[in-house]
């Protein structure tokens, strides 16, 4: 039996990063004779950012109003994520990206069997090591570490290609009625909204399959 699940997220975002862990642990812990297959989604939590970003303490306060109320929730996700094994350094980020190219190289790397790969990568160089997953040269390192041809990758994103993805994905996300993410669908009918409990999850996954 298939299972189709399908991601609809944003790279920058903290609880998607969660969510991915969580969403991991249930598929590893459901019944293994399911086909069981993932596919990532773009999501724009700040469509209007600039295309070089902006600095990330001028972004939290802008949204949070304090830089104390920024470190505050952080310290939140930071608790949250141990428990999950990310150890969040929101003490390295410098900048709030725009991720417009990220979702780019993760649409790339689809075609060419490593989306979930590029996915985890690009969460932990942004979450982990702190780097600018909006810079180009540093999409393209990460996609090179993974085995994607350089050349390819900088061809891409010095052009328009993946642009009608981005715009098709907030298509979905409307009829989807997505306010936050992450939002995830499984076999075209069941959806969960939030990085659910793996049990959540699996408890999803066994509707979607009896329903079949």
């Not at 299972?3 to 609880?15: A, Q, R, T, Y």
């Not at 069997?113 to 590029?118: D, L």
């Amino acid at each position: 039996m298939k299972l189709l699940i399908d991601v609809i997220s944003d790279v920058i975002c903290p609880w998607c990063y969660i969510g991915k862990r969580r969403l991991e642990k249930a598929i590893a812990a459901f019944d293994g004779q399911h086909d069981v297959q993932v596919k990532w989604h773009p999501f724009q939590l700040n469509p209007a950012m600039p295309k070089e970003g902006i600095s990330r303490r001028e972004y939290r306060i802008r949204k949070f109003g304090s830089w104390e109320r920024s470190m505050e929730l952080d310290a939140k996700i930071i608790a949250v994520g141990t428990t999950e094994g990310i150890h969040f350094a929101f003490d390295k980020m410098e900048q709030t990206p725009n991720t417009v190219d990220a979702h780019r190289l993760i649409w790339l790397a689809d075609q060419h069997g490593c989306q979930g790969e590029v996915v985890e990568a690009l969460f932990r160089a942004y979450f982990i090591e702190g780097i600018d997953i909006g810079n180009q040269q540093t999409l393209i390192d990460v996609a090179a570490e993974l085995g994607l041809d350089r050349q390819s990758v900088e061809t891409m994103l010095n052009s328009d290609a993946g642009l009608e993805v981005i715009a098709q994905a907030g298509e979905l996300s409307q009829r989807q009625d997505v306010t936050g993410v992450p939002f995830i669908i499984i076999n075209n009918a069941i959806t969960l909204s939030g990085a659910q409990a793996p049990e959540t999850f699996i408890e999803a996954f066994r509707q979607a399959v009896e329903s079949k």
